[in-house]
């Protein structure tokens, strides 16, 4: 999905994948989910795979994020999110990621993260070790 334009036909093709359910909340009279539940979808799936490294005084923080939308979600639906990193850098990180219901992409997403001190609002090199671990956990497929 280096491509943005490129819809993922594949959601096994991703380093991880992230199970969420609609919820009756996360839509609107028409059983339809609204876009800003679908971010909030992405955001899960990020979350997940990032809390474990952070730390008191770092944190990754959102920079930038785009949706791209391809079709409907309904409530009641089983949706996963795949998501690898497409981008490791000295200060930031990019994620790649894919919402599928039933085996159907519906929506893509790009996302920059820098990595922060949190007390002093700056952004701060990620360690040797981090980057090992992202990229040996969670980086990109030669499929996708």
Not at 29 to 46: D, L, M, T
Not at 62 to 90: A, D, H, L, R, T
């Amino acid at each position: 999905m280096k491509n943005k334009n490129i819809i993922p036909s594949n959601i096994n093709k991703f380093k991880n994948i992230f199970p969420e359910i609609v919820r009756w909340g996360d839509t609107d009279g028409y059983n339809h989910v609204n876009n800003v539940s679908i971010s909030r979808y992405f955001e899960s799936a990020r979350v997940n795979i990032i809390r474990n490294l952070e730390s008191d005084k770092y944190s990754f923080v959102i920079v930038n994020f785009n949706i791209n939308y391809i079709g409907q979600i309904f409530y009641p639906s089983e949706i996963k999110i795949g998501s690898y990193i497409s981008k490791i850098g000295n200060r930031s990180i990019e994620f790649n990621q894919a919402l599928f219901v039933s085996q159907e992409c519906r929506a893509t997403a790009i996302s920059t993260l820098a990595y922060a001190d949190i007390k002093k609002s700056k952004s701060h090199k990620i360690s040797k070790n981090i980057i090992k671990k992202l990229q040996d956990i969670y980086g990109a497929s030669d499929e996708i």
